[in-house]
């Protein structure tokens, strides 16, 4: 653990990206009392955002904590990846295992570590090792934590399920048993969606739950799709599965028919398909998706170490050191990796603490769509410039403003894309059109105290190509109301940000109501 946890460490230097950013503003959000859906929009499922509310919670907002959360999330992950594949190959192959895990890890960057993907893999990996050491409890316990598992894992994304490929060969040899503790597992399954729906029943919820995460996904997979034909789409998307992944694949498949623990190394190899098969459905190849099959894929390159070093040293009858000689190569085979994973840029910042500090120009940018730098330094504006009961809006995919600014959007709407995106040629649906309603009445009501515009954002689900400036012409009466209200004051970076006309706004004491104060 040690070894994974230098491995891990470059991590801690990262900043957040959108996606972190906008799941731990909502996890602020939500320990403020405003719940996913009612209180902040967001289309995915509510895992990430209440697991990001106890990290807040425990932990504090700093970025710097939320990096040292993930890495002890990620020696939890590589503690179960060496169980596993010390038990299906050797201590050798499990060290192998746990060092290709770690450092590709690290070396996704900023952007792919802290995904959802990484926080959720822990609960499927649990119950596989409770599985592979079901011999130490009752099968009905072992069949209850799977479930359970998978569960917990489906909150964060419904894709996981593909993960129970692992199972498949338990059909196989059904019995009453097997199918009591197929029941209890299902049951087991059933109890975080159960407790989600039944909290949102409560809540008054079920209606913004469904419109978000089920009724606006069928608008983003049309989006995704395009207009092509359904086979020219998948096929398109099974060009660009990664070559490390198909190598895998292929390369295993000897070893499914020789070695120790054999049944259990095929498992854990359904398991690598079942995390290629959720990679494909999504069909947008982001690194993150990777990394269920990351975990598996490294146990399956340790076993398979494993069996060929025992394979190859059985050949010297005479040699008494083969147990010895196998780690000695393994250790030798992660030392001999390191210069290639690890950026020297990384390691000097985790070794100067710079990271602590406010961020340089440049220092984690993506294309046009994001620069970390320039959302802190919007974020220092609006904060210095508003008190804390202030409300703000960025019109762009830019949830990091409000994080580190520490001010809370005046719609739910927080995001751009809910009230923009369509599929190809296509029209908004009646839903957006009623969410666009309800956000004009948020910035009636609510009036942000600044509005922040980005310009030269290209992402990828913006209709027609359109910049977010350029889109404030798809919304005319946003657009008008930003005419109307406010004047342009500076830019940050990419951000045009506008201030009320003639003076700031006003609440009254129950922020419900704004007037006007000239200056």
Known sequence: MVMAAVLLSPTLTYRLGVDQASFAYIGDQLLAGRWPYLGTWESDYPGMMFLQAAEILLFGKSIAMFRLFDLLFQLANVYLIYRIAGRLGGAAGALLAVAVSCLIYQGYGPWNTAQREGFAMLFVLIGYWWYLTRERRPAVRTALVIGVGFGIAAMFKPTFLALAGFYLPLGLRWSRESLRNAVVAAAGFAVPVAVVIALYAVLGGLREL????????????????GDSPWWAFWWSKLRQMGATTWL????????????RALRERRMVYLGYLGALLGIFVQGTFAGYHYLPGLALGAILIGTAFSITARALLDRLPSFRHRRGTEMAVAILLVVAAIPFYVRADRVQRLVSLSFLGPP????????TVFDFTEDYELAAF???????????????????????????????????????LRPPGGELSSMQHEWRREFLRDMRRNRPAFVAVAQHDDWWWSPRGLTSEQLLGDFPEWRSFIEDHYELELAVGRFLVYAPTGGAWNRDRDGDSAVQESQ
Not at 360 to 367: K, N, Q, S, T
Not at 384 to 403: C, E, F, H, K
């Open 360 to 367: 340089v120009p440049g220092e984690f940018r993506v294309g």
């Open 248 to 259: 895998i694949t292929l390369a295993y498949v000897p070893y499914l028919f020789f070695g």
């Open 210 to 225: 469904y419109e978000a995460t089920i009724a606006y996904q069928s608008i983003y997979a049309v989006q995704l799709r």
């Open 382 to 420: 609006l904060r210095a410039r508003t008190a804390p009961d202030d409300r703000i809006q960025v019109w762009a995919y830019a949830p990091l403003v409000y994080y580190l600014a520490e001010r809370r959007a005046a719609s739910r709407f927080y995001m751009t894309h809910p009230l923009v």
